[in-house]
């Protein structure tokens, strides 16, 4: 599984197609509650996922209960595990399934060429949490599958057996905590999933660790320098570059396997990696393959306090979204509306309820013990919704995506030309300088 916001490299070609060949949206398609193109919930719907791992089994169950309520249609699923790549060329026609879940390629502007308006955000957010991450000019074009905290997944037995007791609330901190892992234990201190891309992006999604729902609004996109010492790339960037010049990665990140990764971690193989929470559930189903225990598995906020709190940012996962081309949008979205409401996702994988009165999840429970305060990024100012987005683009660094992330492994392994200083001056250069043109244009 993987959690917004992120792109593979595939996806980031894939967001350029889709700028230039975008279909505009029938004017004609029904918009506001509504969202379905008859009025009868019946028909064939094509369900997309990224749930490689339990399409043959969980989603069969939600298909046979959904089937139960709305026998007049048929679910079929189809399971993607380059989600981010192949969705994004298979948006350059008209056939990407019924439902589908929003990739990141998709800018906020863009968003009506390619899904089905669902509402105002004022009137789904009644009912739904996170309703304005995928809006655009106050209309939902998605509802989230499940809702994420971020921070750091780990092995409690291999920190126990390093002699940490205590939770790390500086990266000085962390970084020592790593080197005692390194020196008392056989497991490697920190994992990158360097190969696999994606799990690089996770960083972008614990912004609201520096405390300010605003941070988005006032910062990144709005400073010309995001990776200074005291900005929040800076920071986690700084920290990543300084875990692999230390050896306190793994040995050959060209080698690295996400699914074995998984296993790995469970069994105390690896100790430590930056995942959402939606990973928890995972890792402790390793930890019990490997015959262990799911206690095994800890969660911890990212190392920075401030004024002696952690904060996480919490936020939605992937949007299930209607293809504005369904040809029975009505049963697209009683499927939308049931996993939100009634499936069950959400809880069972250990995430935050899409619904506004949903219930918590046991697997935070260690963040509970933290004292962690959870923050919800304020929403974009309206008219700017896209401005970060295009100054992505502008700069050709894939913020929420692992390339600039891999190239900054590089050369911390020093399989690259550059230091931690130089590449962070050219990322700053590249980055106001994009930050010039959005705003001139």
């Excluded at 930056?274 to 990973?279: D, E, Y």
């Excluded at 800890?298 to 904060?311: A, L, N, S």
């Excluded at 992330?405 to 130089?422: F, H, N, P, Y």
Aim: charged share 25%.
């Amino acid at each position: 599984m993987v959690s917004k916001r992120f792109l593979t490299a595939g996806a980031a070609l894939g967001a350029a197609a889709l700028v230039l060949s975008g279909c505009a949206a029938d004017s004609g398609s029904p918009t506001g509650g509504g969202g379905g193109g008859e009025d009868e919930i019946s028909g064939t719907i094509t369900v997309i996922t990224q749930r490689t791992d339990i399409v043959d089994t969980v989603f069969q169950d939600y298909k046979a209960q959904f089937e139960e309520k709305y026998p007049e249609v048929t679910v079929e699923f189809e399971a993607i595990t380059d989600y981010e790549g192949e969705i994004a060329v298979r948006m350059n026609t008209e056939d990407y399934g019924d439902v589908l879940l929003i990739p990141n390629s998709v800018n906020p502007d863009q968003l009506s060429n390619f899904f089905e308006p669902l509402g105002t955000v004022e009137e789904l957010s009644q009912k739904y949490r996170f309703m304005s991450e995928e809006a655009y000019d106050g209309q939902a074009y998605g509802i989230a599958i499940t809702g994420n905290t971020n921070g750091l997944v780990y092995n409690k037995k291999v920190w126990e057996e390093a002699g940490i007791t205590d939770l790390p609330t500086t990266p000085e901190e962390f970084l020592d905590d790593l080197r005692a892992i390194k020196d008392g234990t056989e497991a490697i201190p920190y994992y990158t999933n360097y190969a696999d891309g994606w799990p690089l992006s996770q960083s972008d999604s614990n912004r609201g660790a520096m405390g300010d729902p605003d941070y988005s609004n006032t910062h990144v996109a709005y400073s010309d320098t995001p990776w200074a010492e005291d900005e929040w790339h800076g920071i986690v960037d700084g920290l990543l570059f300084d875990i692999v010049a230390e050896g306190l990665s793994e040995p050959d990140p060209l080698t690295t396997n996400w699914e074995e990764s998984k296993n790995l971690l469970g069994s105390g193989q690896i100790a430590t990696m930056l995942l959402g929470s939606w990973s928890i559930t995972q890792m402790q189903d390793a930890a019990e393959a490997a015959g262990g225990s799911a206690e095994d598995i800890g969660y911890m906020p990212f190392p920075y306090q401030v004024d002696g709190t952690f904060h996480a940012q919490v936020g939605g996962d992937y949007k299930n979204a209607i293809n504005v081309h369904s040809e029975h949008k009505a049963a697209a979205r009683a499927w939308i509306e049931w996993f939100a409401e009634e499936s069950g996702y959400a809880f069972d994988q250990g995430g935050l309820s899409p619904l506004v009165d949903g219930p918590t999840p046991e697997t935070l429970g260690d963040f509970e013990a933290a004292g962690v305060e959870y923050v919800e990024m304020t929403p974009a100012v309206a008219g700017e919704e896209s401005f970060e987005a295009d100054v992505v683009s502008a700069s050709e660094i894939d913020l929420y995506g692992p390339v600039y992330r891999q190239k900054l492994v590089d050369i911390a392994r020093g399989a690259a030309d550059g230091t931690k200083e130089s590449y962070f001056a050219e990322l700053n250069e590249r980055w106001a300088a994009a930050r010039a043109e959005v705003s001139a244009g």
